[in-house]
C-alpha cells in the first residue's frame, strides 16, 4: 500500500481503546468448518498487501482503499484458481463490511474499498456424483466389516449421501440432534452459522440407528473414533478423519476415488434428477443461494452425452 494522507487517522486510538480488529469480529462470525478457509485467505492477502509475514488479525483493514483491493484482485487471479480467487475477495469484502459497521470507514470509502467484481470462471465443474452401484458397493464394504467401525462408518455415508451434509456438519453433529421419530437430524452449526432440518429416509435411518445401538445412548458427539479394540470414544471426529475413513472404504470396495463433498453432489444431483425443484433442494443443502445449488447439478452432463448421440455422422 502507499502512503496517503486521506487514510482513516483512527487506528491508533483504536489501538489505545482496545477496539477490536474487524478481521477478528468476521473471524469470529464464521462457523467452525470456514475459520481456517478464512484465516488462509486473509493471510495470503495481507501478505500480498505489505509483502511480510503479516497476522491477518492484527493487519489494519480500514487503511484499505479501492486502488488496494483492485490490486489484490489482479494478484490473486494471477496465482488461484478462480473458486480460490472469489473465495478469497469474499473474505476480504467481510472483513471490509465490519470495519465500515464499527465506524473504522465511512459508508462511500467502504462501498468503493469491497467493489471489486468475483473472477468469472468456465472450468468444468469440479468433483463428480456416484453412481448407484457405486454407492452399494461402498455399503456393502461397511457391512463386511463387522467391528463397530463398519456400523459407523455405513452411518456415515447414509448421512454424507442421505442428508447431504457438507464434512464440517457431520463433525458438528452431536446425539441429541437426531430425532428416530421423524428421522430428522438438525444441523446447529451450518455454514454462514445457519440451521436446518434434514430428514433422512428409512434405509439412511436404518444405517443411523444401527450405529446409535453401538455407540449407547450417553450425550455427546453423534460420530466418535473407534479403538483398535473395537471401544467407541466419545469425542469429535475431525474433518481429515472423515476424508482418511472415505479412503479406506473407496480402496475396500474398488470405485473410483471421491471425497465427502462428491456425496454432497450426488445428493443434490439425485434430488434435482428426481424432479425436486431447485428451491427445495436448496433449503435441504443448506445454501443461501439457489444459483448455488444449480452449480451442483450434474444432469447438464448426461443430457449433453445424450443429445450428442441423436447425430448421425457419416462413416
Request: net charge positive; aromatic share 6%; proline share 6%.
Amino acid at each position: 500500500m502507499q502512503p496517503d494522507e486521506t487514510r482513516n487517522p483512527v487506528p491508533a486510538q483504536h489501538r489505545r481503546t482496545g477496539r477490536p480488529n474487524p478481521a477478528v469480529v468476521y473471524r469470529d462470525a464464521l462457523s467452525r468448518g470456514s475459520y481456517w478457509g478464512a484465516h488462509h485467505s486473509l493471510t495470503t492477502i495481507a501478505r500480498l498487501l505489505t509483502g511480510e509475514d503479516t497476522d491477518p488479525w492484527t493487519f489494519p483493514p480500514w487503511e484499505l482503499r479501492y486502488r488496494d483491493t483492485a490490486a489484490v484482485r489482479v494478484q490473486l487471479k494471477a496465482r488461484y484458481a478462480p473458486a480460490t480467487v472469489n473465495r478469497m475477495l469474499s473474505a476480504l469484502r467481510g472483513v471490509l463490511k465490519h470495519a465500515w459497521r464499527l465506524g473504522y470507514l465511512d459508508a462511500e470509502t467502504y462501498s468503493r474499498a469491497a467493489d471489486v467484481e468475483n473472477v468469472s470462471a468456465n472450468a468444468l465443474p469440479s468433483g463428480r456424483s456416484l453412481e448407484r452401484d457405486e454407492l452399494a458397493t461402498l455399503f456393502t464394504a461397511c457391512a463386511e466389516d463387522l467391528t463397530p467401525a463398519g456400523r459407523r462408518d455405513a452411518a456415515i455415508l447414509a448421512v454424507l449421501y442421505g442428508g447431504g451434509l457438507r464434512r464440517g456438519e457431520l463433525c458438528g453433529l452431536d446425539r441429541a440432534d437426531y430425532d428416530p421419530a421423524d428421522r430428522a437430524l438438525i444441523v446447529r452449526r451450518g455454514k454462514g452459522r445457519r440451521q436446518r432440518i434434514v430428514y433422512l429416509n428409512p434405509g439412511a435411518a436404518r444405517h443411523l440407528e444401527a450405529w446409535l445401538e453401538q455407540r449407547g445412548p450417553e450425550p455427546g458427539p453423534l460420530f466418535g473414533p473407534v479403538n483398535r479394540a473395537g471401544q467407541v470414544r466419545l469425542t469429535r471426529l475431525r474433518g481429515e478423519t472423515i476424508g482418511y475413513l472415505l479412503k479406506r472404504r473407496e480402496q475396500e470396495a474398488d470405485v473410483e476415488a471421491f471425497t465427502s463433498h462428491d456425496m454432497r453432489r450426488t445428493f443434490i444431483s439425485k434430488l434435482l434428477e428426481a424432479g425436486v425443484d431447485v428451491f427445495t433442494v436448496q433449503k435441504l443443502a443448506g445454501h443461501a443461494d439457489p444459483m448455488t445449488t444449480a452449480r451442483y447439478d450434474r444432469r447438464g452432463e448426461a443430457r449433453q452425452v445424450a443429445a450428442s448421440q441423436l447425430l448421425a455422422v457419416p462413416v
